[in-house]
């Protein structure tokens, strides 16, 4: 199984895009109030930084990878 992302990322990455997809569809409806409106685009945010952060760790973790041809962490 995938390992879970850190930084307040408490699903897979592929569990988060389902999630930021439910949002756009739910921000996309015009019965959605602006109060609720305004609740999904934060949370799509904060998912965002989380995904965000955790391919970043990923990408670091290839360079290093990469650079030495060993698997090691900073």
Do not use: H, P
């Not at 850190?6 to 592929?14: A, C, H, I, R, V």
């Not at 921000?27 to 965002?48: A, C, N, P, V």
């Amino acid at each position: 199984m995938e390992e879970k992302a850190g930084k307040g990322l408490d699903m897979t990455l592929e569990e988060a895009f389902g999630r930021l997809e439910e949002l756009l569809k739910a921000m996309e409806s015009r019965d959605i109030s602006l109060e609720d409106s305004f609740q999904k685009y934060q949370e799509g945010m904060t998912l965002l930084k989380a995904c965000n952060d955790k391919i970043d760790t990923v990408e670091k973790k290839m360079l290093i990878l990469n650079e030495s041809g060993e698997a090691d962490e900073f």
